[in-house]
């Protein structure tokens, strides 16, 4: 079967995380991503993570993690000859995505009011920090910026200690995420109507929409979040705690999980102990069950433990490193990495979180070099040859 975005096609004039992870989300449901990238470097993220020699090749690792299955084309946006490109692009996709700051596409003179005079349909996503319109509009999308308004920091760290930024670019990716789904209903629409729509994705607003639970507790019963390290606002005991070998996490959120683990770790006793007895008792009653939970646990080491809660219906795992989990044999047999092998530039890539069973949902060919599908699109645009080679001098292309 074909994967459900088969035949779209996405201009992707994107840079660095948000929107190509965006786009890399819509490549693995089948569409084709043609990446717009400037001449001179192309996407900024080719220059950046762990292998300086890949950077220095414009092959950085950060560029391949969310590039694979994707192409390159490289058009100088700024000139009439790019832009005349561009325009006959949009003509034949069904999606333009860009992440520039508010205004700079339409100072381009490729916004959506004149992308949609050319292709109605075409659906047309802005991804940007703040939104399109609003005071904070034209500051730039940095993640360790928005994580920091959006109140993510803080509510992640210990009371006792200051704010601390989640270990990965978060707001990024689900302002990605948020992105994809976007323009998936909005796909939806144009295949049906033949009208296209604009889409303006805000970080800070994808953020704060994903944190749900948190934001409700104020808006509805005034509750202000605060730090609480690794426990669970929700429940107790739920939270990370220390065994006789590594750490384990413990969601013990039920009534029935939490008197399984009670049996399970041989103190039965504190199913009736009034501190205990009651869900929102044990709430407030935090550290004492949290003491009496980690000297049970001092017996045996966390992957014992895990196995054990595992069979006994009490929700556990262990902590993991990155290393760690992506050895699990877990994901090995779900595929979850694609390997590409060829001498130059080898890749691994991780997938994007979902099967569809039967077929294959992993990136169809590694992160493109740049500019390599720059010349076969010409072509098929009608540039000759000596059409394509006269763009390179000006350099338009």
Not at 62 to 85: C, H, M, R, Y
Not at 121 to 134: E, H, L, N, P, S
Not at 247 to 270: F, G, S, V
Not at 311 to 331: D, F, K, N, Q
Request: charged fraction near 20%; hydrophobic fraction near 40%.
């Amino acid at each position: 079967m074909a994967l459900p975005l088969n035949g779209i096609r996405i201009l992707d004039v994107t840079n660095v995380l948000a929107g190509p992870f965006c786009s890399f989300q819509l490549a693995l449901l089948g569409a084709e991503v043609i990446k717009i990238e400037n001449p001179k470097s192309g996407d900024l993220a080719r220059q950046l993570g762990a292998d300086p020699a890949a950077s220095r090749r414009l092959m950085g690792i950060s560029f391949v993690a969310v590039n694979a299955g994707k192409q390159s084309v490289t058009i100088n946006l700024k000139s009439p000859e790019g832009k005349k490109i561009f325009k006959q692009l949009v003509g034949i996709s069904h999606v333009v995505l860009e992440n520039f700051r508010p205004g700079v596409m339409k100072r381009l003179g490729l916004d959506y009011a004149v992308l949609s005079a050319i292709h109605p349909a075409i659906v047309y996503c802005a991804v940007t920090g703040f939104g399109q319109d609003g005071p904070l509009a034209m500051r730039p999308a940095y993640d360790q910026i928005i994580q920091g308004m959006s109140g993510v920091m803080d509510v992640t760290g210990t009371a006792e200690g200051t704010p601390l930024r989640a270990g990965y670019p978060v707001c990024d990716t689900i302002g990605g995420v948020t992105a994809a789904l976007a323009i998936c209903a909005a796909l939806v629409e144009s295949r049906a109507t033949g009208r296209g729509r604009m889409i303006d994705v805000s970080m800070l607003e994808a953020t704060l929409a994903s944190m749900g639970w948190v934001v409700s507790n104020f808006l509805n019963a005034g509750v202000i979040p605060v730090r609480m390290g690794n426990e669970n606002f929700t429940a107790a005991p739920s939270g990370t705690f220390r065994t006789a070998d590594g750490l384990l996490n413990i969601a013990a959120n039920e009534t029935i999980q939490y008197e399984k683990l009670c049996d399970l770790l041989e103190r039965p006793e504190l199913k009736g102990d009034p501190r205990f007895c009651d869900r929102e008792i044990r709430r407030g009653n935090r550290a004492a069950i949290n003491r009496e939970v980690e000297q049970a646990l001092s017996t045996r080491g966390a992957a014992e433990w895990e196995t054990l809660m595992t069979e006994a219906g009490i929700p556990a795992g262990r902590v993991l490193s990155v290393p760690e989990i992506l050895a699990h044999p877990h994901l090995r047999e779900r595929k979850f990495v694609t390997s590409f092998s060829q001498a130059d530039s080898p890749q691994q890539v991780a997938s994007g979180g979902f099967l569809f069973p039967g077929d294959s949902v992993a990136p169809k060919n590694p992160a493109p070099a740049l500019s390599q599908d720059t010349d076969r699109w010409l072509g098929e645009l009608g540039y000759s040859r000596e059409q394509i080679a006269e763009l390179r001098s000006k350099g338009a292309v």
